[in-house]
């Protein structure tokens, strides 16, 4: 009986058209490249009734695919964004003092932290992630809009791990004065947003400044940074909360660097972009 040959099921087989040039574990079982979920773009449609072609943000082959045919593929780029409130730089001073004296301490010289830069310092109202540049242009648009909340005081509580049970992932300053306005403002954040077509954010929001990250450390450690941690004397630390920021979040192999790319103010009826 002649051997009969292995025919591969359409699910698994190869794609028809090319690949454009785009690297394999992004091409699909059509020829054009996975983007994120998080973007949303027009399909550009390439002449010859071809299939719609993209490439993912940063792919070293667009350029292999542009020479392919001209309009064939679409390049997103997408940057890393989130919408915070930043400090001033006496504030920013007081709390890299304090991340120093901690820093010192054996308990969390013992355990590798991440501690934040005095320049990263902000207390986050949503993280958005990676956007396209239409998706930022809309979120920038909404927050330039006029605000109708007030400056306020703000000040910083104690310090303390998160999450409160299970294996810490961070270090933090809690807000003690102005958690309410601070609560106001994020939902006024997702007010903006959810008019522009954003979920709203399903984690409860609790203010707090992050002062350092870490990974797994064994549980006797933990204790011992846990008790370093509640037995910290954070000083008065007041400042004034005058503007919504947005801003970019650069990853490479030093950390992250943070940008702003807009600016709000509160109480005005014209907000200005950073200079």
């Known amino acids: 009986m002649p051997l009969r040959r292995a025919v591969p099921s359409p699910s698994r087989s190869r794609p028809f058209w090319p690949s454009f040039g785009c690297p394999r574990p992004t091409v699909l079982r059509f020829p054009w490249c996975r983007i994120r979920a998080s973007s949303v773009v027009p399909l550009a449609f390439p002449p010859g009734g071809k299939p719609p072609t993209r490439t993912t943000p940063g792919c070293p ?38 991340i120093d004296e901690l820093r010192n301490q054996p308990a969390a010289a013992a355990v590798r932290v991440r501690w934040v830069p005095e320049a990263n310092l902000h207390l986050t109202l949503r993280f958005l992630g990676e956007l396209d540049e239409h998706r930022t242009a809309a979120v920038r648009e909404t927050l330039m809009s006029a605000w109708s909340q007030s400056p306020f005081k703000a000040s910083l509580g104690a310090a303390g791990l998160f999450p409160p049970r299970g294996a810490p992932r961070v270090v933090w300053l809690d807000v003690r004065d102005g958690a309410d306005r601070l609560h106001e403002l994020q939902q006024e954040v997702e007010r903006r947003l959810a008019r522009i077509g954003f979920g709203r954010e399903r984690r409860p929001f609790r203010p707090h ?26 000083p008065q630390t007041e400042w004034t909360v005058d503007r919504v920021v947005l801003m970019e979040s650069r990853l490479s192999s030093e950390g992250a660097a943070y940008h702003e790319l807009a600016a709000a103010t509160l109480l005005r009826s014209r907000a200005m972009p950073p200079d």
């Open 209 to 234: 400044l992050t002062i350092g990250r870490m990974k797994r450390i064994a549980r006797r450690a933990e204790r011992a940074l846990n008790r370093t941690v509640e037995a910290l004397d954070v």
């Open 61 to 98: 082959n667009s350029a292999a695919c542009k020479e392919y045919d001209a309009g064939a593929c679409v390049t997103i780029t997408t940057v890393r964004i989130f919408i915070a409130v930043t400090l001033d730089g006496a504030t920013r001073a007081r709390v890299e003092a304090l």
